[in-house]
């Protein structure tokens, strides 16, 4: 059974740091594109960052670009998200993803993801 399980969420301070983890089990997915997308309430789900399957291009929401780093770690089967100057506005549910398939373009859209975590709480305070 593939399984993503996001961890480190949690409650910062404005202008603070979380790294998250997305742990894969159950499927290998060095080859596969992984993405982050965050839900604040309210609010649909929207995109935050990717990382293509080969792992040599990154890409990120405007709204993160410059504070946020997407990176994996094949021999871990995980990818992370450095967030770092944390605003308030960054307050969500971060989801993680998995491309449909090894090899494929996921892009910016939930479309292009066919596996996804059960999401980590990641709160900003003023």
């Known amino acids: 059974q593939v399984q993503l399980v996001e961890s480190g969420g949690g409650l910062v301070q404005a202008g603070g740091s979380l790294k998250l983890s997305c742990a894969a089990s159950?499927?290998?997915?060095?080859?596969?594109?992984m993405g982050w997308f965050r839900q604040a309430p309210g609010k649909e789900r929207e995109f935050v960052a990717a990382?293509?399957?080969?792992?040599?291009?990154?890409f990120y929401a405007d709204s993160v670009k410059g504070r946020f780093t997407i990176s994996r770690d094949n021999a871990k089967n995980t990818v992370y998200l450095q967030m770092n100057s944390l605003k308030p506005e960054d307050t969500a549910v971060y989801y993680c993803?998995?491309?449909?398939?090894?090899?494929?373009?996921?892009?910016?859209?939930?479309?292009?993801?066919?596996?996804w975590g059960q999401g980590t709480q990641v709160t900003v305070s003023s």
């Open positions: 993803a998995a491309g449909r398939g090894p090899y494929y373009t996921a892009g910016s859209t939930d479309r292009g993801y066919d596996y």
């Open positions: 159950g499927r290998t997915f060095n080859n596969y594109a």
């Open positions: 990382l293509s399957w080969s792992g040599t291009r990154t």
